[in-house]
T-cell receptor, first 113, second 115 residues
Framework: AQKITQTQPGMFVQEKEAVTLDCTYD???????LFWYKQPSSGEMIFLIY??????QNATEGRYSLNFQKARKSANLVISASQLGDSAMYFC??????????FGDGTTLTVKP | GAGVSQSPRYKVAKRGQDVALRCDPI?????LFWYQQALGQGPEFLTY????????KSGLPSDRFFAERPEGSVSTLKIQRTQQEDSAVYLC?????????????FGQGTRLTVV
């Protein structure tokens, strides 16, 4: 069975600083995808970044980067130059080859001015 | 519209009532997913369609929950004899690929409150 663990229920960061949101995962499947989503208070889930289990390079999308450490089964999200609009809930998720996704419980990020 | 559309956005049901939640995926998207999100928690997988075929329904919590996608586009999640523990946000997502790891786009969800 797949499992995603996000150990930080809440995080604070100063505007313009970088922040790392932790995610560890567990699976016996060698092929999987790792995703991060942002969920603002409006409720929509916004895709941020994707990392494939066989990708050699860490994924980057603008201010978002994924620190993928396969041996440690971790897929931390790094947000650089935080903005007030980054305040939201962030979810780490894993998808298996059949398409089934497992989400963590999320981390609430608050950016302070 | 260009995104995933869910209706209604909000639904209040009396305990024991049947409800139907609709999802309009992005046109051409093969895969469609339903999730249940309780307050303060991450989404929990309910079921997955590839075109009209329901490939995985292992997450449906009971036989009161039923989902269909008869023509491979619009999907309906039906909950019979609703109970208070069914209160949650129901999220629908679609993705282009048949399997694997293509990006999934989410709708804004339907917030179901059972009173």
């Amino acid at each position: 069975a797949q499992k995603i663990t996000q150990t930080q229920p809440g995080m604070f960061v100063q505007e313009k600083e970088a922040v790392t949101l932790d995610c560890t995962y567990d699976t016996s499947d060698p092929s999987y995808g790792l995703f991060w989503y942002k969920q603002p208070s409006s409720g929509e889930m916004i895709f941020l970044i994707y990392q494939g289990s066989y990708d050699q390079q860490n994924a980057t999308e603008g201010r978002y980067s994924l620190n993928f450490q396969k041996a440690r089964k971790s897929a931390n999200l790094v947000i650089s130059a935080s903005q007030l609009g980054d305040s939201a809930m962030y979810f780490c998720a894993m998808r298996d080859r059949a398409g089934k996704s497992t989400f963590g419980d999320g981390t609430t990020l608050t950016v302070k001015p | 519209g260009a995104g995933v559309s869910q209706s209604p956005r909000y639904k209040v049901a009396k305990r024991g009532q049947d409800v139907a939640l609709r999802c309009d995926p992005i046109s051409g998207h093969v895969s469609l997913f339903w999730y249940q999100q309780a307050l303060g928690q991450g989404p929990e997988f309910l079921t997955y369609f590839q075109n009209e075929a329901q490939l995985d329904k292992s997450g449906l919590p009971s036989d009161r929950f039923f989902a269909e996608r008869p023509e491979g586009s619009v999907s309906t999640l039906k909950i019979q004899r609703t109970q208070q523990e069914d209160s949650a946000v129901y999220l629908c997502a679609s993705s282009l690929g048949g399997q694997g790891f293509t990006e999934a786009f989410f709708g804004q969800g339907t917030r179901l409150t059972v009173v």
